[in-house]
Structure formats: C-alpha cells, structure tokens
C-alpha cells in the first residue's frame, strides 16, 4: 500500500504525463529510475543520509540525472529532496509504475507453477485471463516453485487465485484434523 506522499507526488506526476501524452515514455523512464535504485543502493543511503545538506543532494541528483531523465522526472527528484521526502523516492517510483501501467490498462500478472511452463500454457493462460479481464494487454512474470507441488497460484492486482495442490492439500488437512471420530 503506497504512503499519502508516494500517492500525493506520483498522482501529481502521472496526471502531468497523462496531459502531456507521455504515458508510455514515463513508464519506461520509472522502470529503468527503479533499476537504479534497486542496483545501487550507495545512491540512496547518500541520498537518504541526514548529515548530508539538501543543497548536497540536490547537487548531486543534478550531476546523476541531469541528462538521463526528462524535466519532469528530474522536477520530481528536486522537489522530494527540497521538501525532505526523499526517502520515499522508492515507493513513490513504484506507485507511479502501477499508475502508469493502469491507466495505459496494461495488467501485471504473475504466475507462479510448480515447473517451468511451456510457450503453448504461457500462451493459453495469457490468452484466459485477458478474456477475464478489462486490461488490452499483460506484462507477465513467471516463477517456478516446486513447493506448490503442482497446478498455478495467479497473482493480478489485489486478487490471488491459488489453484495449487498444496493449497488443497493443506486444506484438506485443516478439514480432516476438524473431524471427530
């Protein structure tokens, strides 16, 4: 669940992307802002550190990301610096990602299967839930749990559909161990 600030700064950014058209682009520009989080946490430990000036960060987010991501995004980087938000930079990155992704009505599954799922299943079960849903297309991410024994868990949204044998082992146990001889 986002934070009142994440949900705050990215409605805000994402409405002004929606007006501008750049929908497709800004998404693009998150996901690879998030890549750069995720692989460099030195970046947000400096950014985050409370010794270090909000002129010091600003600085700094100017000579990283300048050049590499738009005026909008770079508006955004300023301004959470500016009002001390920085540290939830993350989740407002991953707030606006889902907001994108929702208004160009583009669903994110994830499924998760006992073994590795061949291109026909991956294909059939795409093919399944867009008919399910309201979403134009999918960005589908596929696990392989062997713990699940068998079947899929299907994860979309806040919604999760687990079709797993040991979901329906564990609850055929709870049923069994509830049964008075």
Known sequence: MASRVSKIYGDAYVSLQAEEGRLEEAGKETAAMQEIFSR???LSAFLCHPQITKEQKMDA???IFRRRVSADMMGLLVIMIKKGRWNEIEETLEYISGQITSLREIGVLKVTSAFPLSEAQKNQIEKKVLK???YNRLDVSYRT?????????LQMDDRVVDNSIRTKLD???KYLSGIQI
């Open 40 to 42: 460099d946490e030195t």
């Open 61 to 63: 987010a100017e000579r």
């Open 145 to 153: 749990d062997e713990t699940i024994l068998g079947g899929l868990i």
């Open 132 to 134: 399910a849903s309201s």
């Open 171 to 173: 609850s055929m146990a």
